[in-house]
C-alpha cells in the first residue's frame, strides 16, 4: 500500500513562489508516473505536471516556464516549484503515483 503525503501549500501573493512536496510512504515500485494535479471548487481537476518517463515530463500548457518537478528517488519526494503564482491558481494540489493519491494541499493566491 502506497500513501501519498502534500505538504508546503499555503498562502503567497500574486507573482509570488511556492514549492510543494509529496511524499510517498510505503512500496512504491516506480517514481516514473507521478505527478501534480490541481482542483478548484466546482471545476474539473486539471493536471499540472507529471513524469511520463525516466527523464521526460509534460507540462500543461498554462504553466509552462513557472513550474518545475523534481524528485530525489532516495527518500521517495516529488517537488513542485511554482513561480509567478496567478490568482486563478489558487486550487488544491494534489500529488498522484498514477494509480494513487494524495489528500491535498491547498494553495492560496491573494494579496
Known amino acids: 500500500q502506497v500513501q501519498l503525503v502534500e505538504s508546503g501549500g499555503g498562502l503567497v501573493q500574486p507573482g509570488g513562489s511556492l514549492r510543494l512536496s509529496c511524499s510517498a510512504r510505503g512500496s512504491i515500485f516506480t517514481m516514473y508516473s507521478m505527478g501534480w494535479y490541481r482542483q478548484a471548487p466546482g471545476k474539473r481537476q486539471e493536471l499540472v505536471v507529471m513524469?511520463?518517463?525516466?527523464?521526460?515530463?509534460t507540462y500543461a500548457e498554462s504553466v509552462k516556464g513557472r513550474v518545475v518537478i523534481s524528485r530525489n528517488k532516495a527518500n521517495k519526494t516529488v517537488y513542485l516549484q511554482m513561480n509567478s503564482l496567478e490568482s486563478e491558481e489558487a486550487e488544491v494540489y494534489y500529488c498522484s503515483c498514477g494509480w494513487c493519491w494524495g489528500k491535498g494541499t491547498e494553495v492560496i493566491v491573494a494579496s
Open positions: 513524469f511520463t518517463g525516466p527523464s521526460s515530463t
